[in-house]
């Protein structure tokens, strides 16, 4: 992917993904030396991330027929980011709740972030492109939960194991992701290159008044996302 506004969403998305090393591996070892708790607690805690996912990303989806969606992407990258740092604060005397509304909070981010995100990605790509960005997102956000982990080990055991391996993993993270929302902000920049008079389509450019995406304009002023951004939540 060589243009921008399709290869900066998938470079968000590639450091979105390492998020998941807080779930699959701080937390465990967080659990299991700090806390001295059994994997009940992280089962437990765990269900709150899902079903974070699960709102945020219904939400998310209803938001993006309406929205920027670089707008969104940003804003769950954010949410996702406020999480990760709320993390730090975590220490011995930490229970499930402690947990819980951490990871809900974080899995809500995430999940807000991915519709809109891919539907950034493909609203850029070529139309004779569809399926290859499909399944090139699909390899770099694979490849983002393989990095995840290992990056969080790293971090880990750089910071001495224990609460502070933990919070040295969690800021590494926290990094990652903003600079994740930053590639969301770069890619709307690239989503809007100056083109003729007319209204501006999802993926920045300009689109004739008479032009099917113009027509679809809401009459409050909201845009809903054009035929490809609705075949990419298909």
């Known amino acids: 992917m060589k243009r921008p506004?399709?290869?900066?969403?998938?470079?968000?998305l590639q450091l979105a993904g390492t998020s998941v090393g807080l779930s699959l591996f701080l937390l465990p070892?967080?659990?299991?030396?700090?806390?001295?708790a059994?994997?009940?607690?992280?089962?437990l805690a765990?269900?709150?991330?899902v079903s974070g996912v699960a709102a945020g990303s219904s939400l998310s989806g209803r938001l993006t027929e309406r929205y920027a969606p670089h707008?969104?992407?940003?804003?769950?990258?954010?949410?996702?980011?406020?999480?990760?740092?709320?993390t730090l604060t975590l220490d011995a005397h930490s229970g499930l709740a402690d947990l819980a509304r951490r990871l809900a909070l974080i899995g809500f981010g995430q999940g807000v972030f991915g519709a809109p995100n891919n539907t950034a990605m493909l609203a850029a790509t070529p139309a004779g492109m569809i399926g290859t960005g499909g399944g090139v997102a699909a390899t770099v956000r694979t490849l983002a939960f393989t990095v995840g982990p290992a990056v969080a080990s790293l971090a880990y055991g750089l910071?001495?194991?224990?609460?502070?391996?933990?919070?040295?993993?969690?800021v590494v993270l926290a990094a990652l992701r903003v600079a994740g929302v930053l590639a969301v902000a770069a890619g709307q920049a690239a989503s809007r290159p100056a083109g003729p008079r007319g209204s501006t389509d999802s993926t920045g450019s300009?689109?004739?008044?008479?032009?099917?995406?113009?027509a679809d304009s809401a009459p409050d002023g909201s845009r809903p996302a054009p035929s490809v951004e609705r075949a990419a939540r298909a």
């Open 5 to 12: 506004a399709s290869g900066l969403p998938l470079l968000s």
């Open 29 to 36: 070892f967080f659990v299991a030396e700090v806390l001295h």
């Open 38 to 43: 059994g994997a009940d607690l992280m089962g």
């Open 46 to 49: 765990m269900i709150f991330l």
């Open 71 to 86: 707008l969104l992407a940003g804003a769950g990258g954010a949410l996702t980011l406020a999480g990760l740092l709320s």
């Open 159 to 170: 910071g001495g194991g224990g609460a502070r391996g933990f919070r040295t993993g969690a």
């Open 206 to 214: 300009a689109a004739p008044a008479d032009s099917p995406d113009a």
